[in-house]
């Protein structure tokens, strides 16, 4: 009897980045960052991401500010939204006054 086991970390580059176009952002940067270099290099590489901003976690907008896209912001947090320079599309539930300017 043999014991096939498929491990994460043997799939190719190509099939793991296609894998995480299906995860958010958010889970992606909790469950893979750090968990060794080739996963950092992997997540640093992908571009284009939708991000639905509910609590300030600054440490993941400043690591992926540059790849995101699309952001939806539902706190009133302030943001500084001159950080995300390729964003295409933005949506304030919650607008502050300093977001509107």
């Not at 043997?10 to 893979?32: K, R, T, V, W």
């Not at 950092?40 to 590489?45: E, I, M, V």
């Amino acid at each position: 009897m043999t014991n096939n086991v498929l491990k994460l970390e043997m799939l190719p580059n190509e099939l793991l980045i296609e894998i995480f176009g299906y995860i958010n952002l958010h889970d992606l940067y909790y469950g893979f960052l750090d968990l060794n270099t080739r996963f950092n290099k992997l997540l640093r590489s992908l571009k284009k991401f939708s991000i639905i901003f509910e609590h300030n976690d600054r440490l993941m907008i400043s690591l992926f500010a540059r790849q995101i896209i699309r952001l939806i912001v539902m706190t009133w947090t302030d943001i500084d939204l001159k950080r995300f320079p390729n964003l295409c599309s933005l949506t304030l539930k919650q607008a502050t006054d300093a977001q509107m300017r």
